[in-house]
């Protein structure tokens, strides 16, 4: 790839991502051209993305190859690696020689050199202290990536770390919403239920909640399930 086309790549790429902040987007489609984007502009031979699930459980959500993504699951299996150790710290790790990796990694240099890797770099998504996974690069041949090339791919980890907390956000209000509505509509059939309650029982709007609640209670069952019974006449209390 040519240098313009290489700066073109990039600069699509980072696009790309930035449009998730306005338009509707798959987050696994957002994380899948970034890992892509990395394996051609970077001079790397493999890339794969690592992001905690809710339970801070590192899962393997996008790569360009299955000995990428086997290499990530022994990461995890072994609870050791780069892309582990990037993730509990932040910071990016670089290992030039896998084949000189530390003693505890022993498992995913295994795995890693019996693949065909002999070096990785794991850049954290992170904003600011909120870290949500990694980004990891895989190459063929030892030595480290340029720094160029890694301030390309930590700004690349950065803009999808915003979008994949932009859709979190996005998610959360929805679900927080959604909630809301069902309690704003709740209220209006127990405003309903207090009515029919009333004029059934020839007594105030005060009293006729109370019986309502008072049955509810008795019950056992949710103040909203009594009164919705109520209105459709399903009970009478």
Not at 191 to 216: H, M, N, P, T, W
């Amino acid at each position: 790839m040519t240098t313009a086309g290489r700066e073109a790549r990039i600069v699509e790429t980072f696009t790309t991502i930035t449009d998730t902040l306005v338009d509707a987007y798959d987050v696994v489609e957002l994380l899948q051209t970034l890992v892509e984007t990395c394996a051609d502009v970077l001079g790397i031979d493999a890339a794969g993305i690592l992001l905690a699930n809710d339970e801070q459980e590192l899962e393997v959500v996008a790569s360009t190859s299955e000995a990428t993504r086997l290499v990530e699951v022994l990461q995890l299996d072994a609870e050791a690696g780069p892309c582990m150790t990037s993730f509990a710290t932040g910071r990016t790790v670089t290992c030039p020689d896998i084949d000189a990796a530390p003693a505890e990694w022993a498992m995913f240099r295994t795995g890693a050199l019996a693949l065909g890797f002999r070096s990785v770099h794991a850049v954290p998504l992170r904003l600011g202290s909120n870290v949500i996974g990694t980004l990891n690069l895989f190459g063929t041949d030892t030595g480290a990536l340029p720094e160029a090339d890694l301030r390309v791919a930590r700004a690349l980890a950065d803009v999808a770390t915003i979008g994949i907390l932009h859709e979190r956000s996005l998610r959360e209000h929805e679900a927080v919403r959604a909630q809301l509505q069902r309690t704003i509509g709740s209220r209006e059939v127990i405003e309903q239920a207090k009515g029919v309650v009333s004029y059934l029982r020839g007594v105030s709007i005060e009293d006729a909640f109370a019986v309502i609640r008072g049955y509810a209670l008795e019950h056992h069952e949710p103040l909203s399930e009594v009164a919705r019974s109520i209105v459709q006449r399903r009970l009478v209390p």
